[in-house]
């Protein structure tokens, strides 16, 4: 199946600083990807799909100038949280969508990133 | 406001025995069903899925059944090995867009 990477795995920050996570098809061109929050022992709850070459779009309730969305290219998406806090901890999770996706079976999930906020 | 639920939290089932993990969703416009496996720390994969047109669907040792009046599915593992042990999520979603809707989860122990 295709690979999707992410990086880091495990971050921990400060207060108030900015953390930038990597989403990345490894081996096919991701036309959409999404970004997945999930807390412990909750699902995943979708943030935001994010379309190469557009604006992200966000679901009801995901601030977006908290959490900036880039799509530049279509093997790679970012996901920066702002001026994190303690409440932003979590386990941020993206999965893409290829070109020639025409099932929703083919959105590959990545390993997702542990953020821990001090 | 949850739109698929998984009411079970966890499962405990003895190796070689049946593994039935249940779901529920409340839109009526979701017509795709998929179920993943999750491993602690990292992402989920996927396992099988199903269309609203079909009411089973079997891939080996899994088997997706749904109920579209009762607006319930429920996976079954069979038999249950003890690699099986993991977190497994229903998701759900219309074929108006490709957003999933995610369950809380069941996590699945089997025993040796």
């Known amino acids: 199946g295709a690979v999707v990477s992410q990086h880091p795995s495990w971050v921990i920050c400060k207060s108030g600083t900015s953390v930038k996570i990597e989403c990345r098809s490894l081996?096919?061109?991701?036309?959409?990807m999404f970004w997945y929050r999930q807390f412990p022992k909750q699902s995943l709850m979708l943030m935001a799909t994010s379309n190469e070459g557009s604006k992200a779009t966000y679901e009801q309730g995901v601030e977006k100038d908290k959490f900036l969305i880039n799509h530049a290219s279509l093997t790679l998406s970012t996901l920066t949280v702002t001026s994190a806090h303690p409440e932003d901890s979590s386990f941020y999770i993206c999965s893409a969508r290829g070109k020639t996706s025409g099932t929703y079976n083919e959105q590959f999930f990545g390993p997702g990133t542990r953020l821990t906020v001090l | 406001d949850q739109q698929v639920k998984q009411n079970s939290p966890s499962l405990s089932v003895q190796e070689g025995r049946i593994s039935i993990l249940n779901c529920d969703y409340t839109?009526?416009?979701?017509?795709?069903f998929l179920w993943y496996k999750k491993y602690p720390a990292e992402g989920p994969t996927f396992l099988i899925s199903i269309s609203s047109i079909k009411d089973k669907n079997e891939d080996g040792r899994f088997t997706v059944f749904l109920n579209k009046s009762a607006k319930h599915l429920s996976l079954h593992i069979v038999p249950s090995q003890p690699g099986d042990s993991a977190v497994y999520f229903c998701a759900a979603a219309s074929s108006n867009d490709y957003k999933l809707s995610f369950g809380a989860g069941t996590t699945v122990t089997v025993r040796a």
């Open positions: 839109n009526s416009m979701f017509d795709y």
């Open positions: 081996d096919f061109q991701a036309t959409t």
